[in-house]
Every structure is written in structure tokens, then in C-alpha cells.
């Protein structure tokens, strides 16, 4: 793959902040990207480069943009000959540990721009599977349905409540399932709460203003139940419990209740009893790594536990956390290129966990995570509601993959 000619500027994500597009000119065509940003960030992230001026209050990315731009002069005329090859450059030039020069966004828009250019006129997901030597398989979707914490300002501690159709065959069955039980809970809960509690929050999930989790799972339990699903829907959380843990005590307080660790550790397992969710992400604060071990410990495989702050993608942190976690959660940003993230991956499941490719909750339309987590066979994907363009965007490129004749992969618990 050899760079002509490279592009940048900036877009608007979903939340209305600008965020960083990348074209890359290779064998004549053109080769676009755009980089998705968080809300709930770790604080062991990729640095994502924000201007710091009055524009767009502090949030523009002209610096990452020219940064792009300069990446392409750098690269103009060279030939790359892999992934990991065009990756390496992008590191070597920005030569810091958390990308903090030139910024993720700016590399990581350069690097999924590359991979499309790798790909050609192959599918996306197709030059992944075979560049992993893997055969495909369209990843199960976790949709987050009910949203609360930082992506909804309710009284609702936890993140989010998701969805996962672990019967259906087909990612179209998986779909309609999702879009079902969607629109009847978001009827349900105007029913309930009145017209507000349908109102949706950054990722596309209803934020009615529960008060506890127990509420909230009950209220999407309902849903399940009345569309037919119960035997073929499961239940997963994302806590993102460094939001709302109390930095100072080091406290939870969730569901009216100021709870220890060990306290929200049994709040946790007997939820699960209940509910039998299947996948809890972000039960503890990001640095928890004692907390996370025990608590994996207490599901004893009834439930997996993700890290996503705990583990921001990165190597390191998931060698320490081997008995912390069984499933990754891969945001593609957190580290800032490609070939990172799929090392990470690789790093996961030599240790037998699971790998969730994930949106952020400001996206783009674009819908790159739905190739990635098809190419690399890894069988989960957090995608948000069925609902909003950059959500449901991710939604029919796995549609139209289908049609490929690419199955559908089954649920395993790790």
C-alpha cells in the first residue's frame, strides 16, 4: 500500500463535538476513517488531543487534524507493506508512550484509513479474517437499551443496561429481536413514568429516572417477557463504576445505599442470581484489580466480567489483570491504532477470555467496528440501541455482511 495523497478535518460526532476524519490516496482511491470518542474515559487512555481554546469550548481538534495532515507528508511516497508496518510508523513518529504528541485521534484516523486501503476492493471484514487467518462469524449484539450514569444524568448509578439475543440464528433475527424489545420497553416506561422516561441517552438507550438497578432490570425484563424472548434474551451491565465511586472514602454509592467494595461485591452476585445477566462490565473502579479477581471468582462462570477502564486495550494492563477479568472489552481508541488493538485481542484470548468490540458513546456514522469484530471472529459486539444514525449505522453494515453468507457466532462463556 503506497500514500499519494492524505486529507483531514473535522466532523461532528453524535453528542455535536468535533472529532477527527482522515482520506488516505492510495492505487488511486481514496480511503476515509473517522475516530469516536468517550464519555466515561479511563484515565490510562490513549491521550485524545483536544485544542484547549475557546472553539467548540475547549474541544476542538485542529492540532490532531494538522497532525494527520503532517503524518501524510511524512508518509507521502512510502510503501507499506503491512498493517503493523503503517501502525509502527505512526508510533514512531508521535514517539510517546500514550500518543500524547500528535494525539490517538490523529493516529488511529490514519490507521483505520490504512486498513481500508489494505483491504482494496475486498470487504473490510474479509482482509481482516484473512490477514488474522481467521474465517469470519458476525459477532452477537449487546445492545444497551437502558441507559444511565454519565450517559443519561438520571438518578440511575450504573451505565447501562444491554440486551443480548443469545438464540437467535441469524444477526437478522438477532436485529429484529433487538428492535422489538426496544420499542415495547421504551413503550412500557412512557407508560410507567410518563413521556420523559422515553427520551434516549447518548447511546440511543431510554433513560427513565429509576432510582436502582433492581428497577431498571425489571423494567427491560418486561419487555423481554412480553415480545416472547425470555428463552432466547439475556441480560448484561455496564456499571462504569469509577464514575460514580467516591473517590475520597473510596465508597459506592448505588441504589440508595452508600456500599463498600466487599458490599457491592454481594449486591453484584445476588443481582446475578436474580437476573442471571450473563456480562457485567466495570463492577469496580478502574485501578480494582483485587476487586475484579474476587468478583470473577464469586460468578465461578455464570457471568463474565469485562474490563474496559480497568484495561483501556492495553497489553500491560491486561497481563496484570489475568485473573482479574475473563473478556476484554476493544475500543479501538483507547490505544490509537490497529495493530495495538488487535495484539490486545490476541493478548485476551491466550489467557481464554472473550473479546467485546465496542462504539464509544460519541460516534460517527461510521461503521468500521462492524467489519473488525466480524473479521476477527470474536463473537461480541457493543453496538447501543437500534436507534440513532451512528448506532444503527453499525447495525446494517453487519446486515448487509450477512448477506455475504457470513453466520452468526454463538454466545460461550468463558
Known sequence: MKITSVKSRWILDSRGNPTVEAELQSNGQWFRASVPSGASTGTHEAVELRDGDPAFHGKGVQKATHHVWQ??????????????????????????????????NALL??????????????????HLASTLMRKPALPLPFANVLNGGKHAGTSLKIQEVMIM??????????????AETYQTLKKDAVTRFGAP???????????????????ALDLVWRAVEENGYSQKMALALD???????????????VDGKILTANELLTHYVELQGQYR??????PFHEDAFEDFARLRAAFSGKCQVVGDDLLVTNPARIDRAQLSCN????????????TESLLAAQKAQSFGWNVMVS??????????????????????????????????????????????????????LP
Open 359 to 412: 462504539h464509544r458513546s460519541g460516534e460517527t456514522d461510521d461503521a468500521f467496528i462492524s467489519d473488525l469484530a466480524t473479521g476477527m471472529a470474536c463473537g461480541q459486539i457493543k453496538l447501543g440501541a437500534p436507534a440513532r444514525g451512528e448506532r444503527t449505522a453499525k447495525y446494517n453494515q453487519l446486515l448487509r455482511i450477512e448477506e455475504d453468507g457470513v453466520p452468526l457466532a454463538k454466545f460461550r
Open 327 to 338: 473478556a476484554l472489552l476493544l475500543k479501538v481508541n483507547q490505544i490509537g491504532t490497529l
Open 165 to 178: 439475543p443469545t438464540g437467535a440464528k441469524t444477526f437478522r433475527e438477532a436485529t429484529q429481536m433487538v
Open 277 to 282: 445477566f450473563v456480562s457485567i462490565e466495570d
Open 109 to 126: 484516523a490514519m490507521s483505520l484509513a490504512g486498513a481500508r486501503a489494505f483491504a482494496g476492493k475486498k470487504p473490510l471484514y474479509a
Open 71 to 104: 503524518l501524510g507528508k511524512k508518509a507521502n511516497g512510502k510503501e507499506f507493506k503491512t498493517q503493523a508496518e503503517l501502525d509502527s510508523f505512526l508510533i514512531q513518529t508521535d514517539g510517546t508512550p500514550n500518543k500524547r504528541k500528535l494525539g490517538a
Open 197 to 215: 422516561a422515553g427520551n434516549v441517552g447518548d447511546e440511543g438507550g431510554i433513560a427513565p429516572d429509576v432510582p436502582s438497578v433492581r428497577q
Open 239 to 253: 456499571c462504569a463504576a469509577s464514575e460514580f465511586r467516591d473517590s475520597r472514602t473510596g465508597a459506592y454509592p
